[in-house]
């Protein structure tokens, strides 16, 4: 019946329950319980807790910065729920569930709950809540260099748009410059220098000669150029809002020795250092770097010698790390959203026993033969 149904369930709750209380009382030392305490303390007139409850608005400076700050102080706490959670055994929708109950009991209904039982609520809680920072911050990331990258795509377009509407009126003057050379009321004898001057008056020399050479070398506007002459212009912006979330996450990859978190990881000691990315121009690793866009990275000196432009190679390492991210061929353990496919499955040493799992499932089929 209905109420056996009842009943079953309300005491598999309550022993699922005791088993993880008896887990927390045996595991959480005087310090985790303090620090645990302290989410519920209101030092400033504001629960702890609630201040981490709160989420960013927007992708602003401050938002970020409060986000990094949040996870920076719950950071300890967070790899103690990652060693007692696993050691608990409690399914990722299990955590979710826990840390939505923070979310839903007020601070002093959390108070009148048995205080294990909470310390179990926080722990998930602050599990959920870490991960889900990480999430903000490499939202903000993609969000910028999408940002970024569109503005140079508009800008770069308005750039080829005015050039071409300008030459095509140049090109109209152009045409009454040649006329000159045909004119019958210009007498043989006339000096080139008032036939220039004519010339001129229509067109002025630096335009003229630059449409000359134009024409004579079919020159057109590299519009990937612009864009990057773009980037390099809002070098600054991008640093003030990138940066912050580059020194934060721990970026990892589907590959050992990935060539572009080589990269990250030392524009990530340097920041961390306060030190300019260009005094490690010369060391900065460049084998990852697409061929097709190789030559908008460099200059040429006086000498012909090519020099690294940093800031553009610090934008390419952001978009690069947004494709991967993407794609899933760059992702972050401490993040729900971008986490690796390979943190859902069981570990390598627990699927050796594979047989002994499947048994423990209680499905004969799975054991049958394909």
């Not at 770069?156 to 006329?179: F, I, N, S």
Request: hydrophobic residues 40%.
């Amino acid at each position: 019946s209905y109420t056996a149904l009842q009943d079953i369930v309300g005491r598999a709750l309550t022993t699922e329950q005791a088993r993880l209380i008896r887990i927390a009382k045996e595991h959480l030392t005087t310090a985790d319980v303090a620090a645990l305490r302290k989410l519920l303390t209101n030092p400033h007139g504001l629960y702890e807790i609630t201040r981490l409850k709160r989420e960013p608005k927007d992708f602003s400076i401050e938002a970020m910065a409060r986000e990094i700050r949040r996870g920076e102080q719950i950071a300890g706490l967070y790899r103690l729920a990652q060693e007692l959670l696993q050691y608990m055994q409690i399914s990722p929708e299990s955590v979710k569930y826990y840390a939505s109950l923070v979310n839903f009991y007020s601070v002093f209904r959390l108070q009148q709950l048995d205080e294990q039982l909470v310390f179990i609520y926080l722990l998930c809680f602050v599990y959920y809540r870490y991960q889900h920072l990480h999430d903000n911050l490499l939202n903000a990331l993609l969000y910028y260099v999408r940002q970024y990258t569109d503005a140079a795509k508009q800008a770069a377009k308005k750039r080829v748009y005015e050039y071409r509407l300008e030459q095509t009126r140049d090109l109209r003057k152009a045409g009454h410059v040649l006329k000159l050379f045909t004119d019958d009321d210009i007498s043989p004898q006339t000096p080139f220098g008032q036939v220039q001057a004519r010339a001129f008056a229509i067109l002025d020399r630096q335009r003229l000669g630059r449409l000359a050479g134009e024409i004579a070398e079919d020159e057109t506007l590299d519009e990937t150029a612009l864009q990057w002459e773009f980037v390099e212009g809002k070098a600054m912006r991008f640093k003030l809002r990138i940066r912050p979330v580059l020194r934060t996450v721990t970026f990892s990859a589907t590959t050992d020795n990935d060539p572009l978190l080589e990269a990250v990881d030392l524009m990530k000691w340097a920041f961390l250092q306060k030190k300019s990315l260009r005094q490690f121009a010369d060391f900065l690793p460049t084998y990852f770097i697409p061929d097709y866009v190789r030559r908008y990275l460099y200059s040429s000196d006086v000498l012909g010698r090519k020099k690294l432009l940093v800031d553009r190679y610090e934008f390419l390492v952001y978009r690069l790390l947004r494709n991967g991210l993407e794609a899933g061929d760059i992702f972050c353990h401490d993040s729900v959203r971008f986490s690796s496919f390979e943190d859902d499955l069981l570990d390598k040493e627990r699927w050796q026993r594979k047989e002994e799992l499947i048994a423990s499932t209680g499905l004969s089929i799975l054991q049958e033969p394909i």
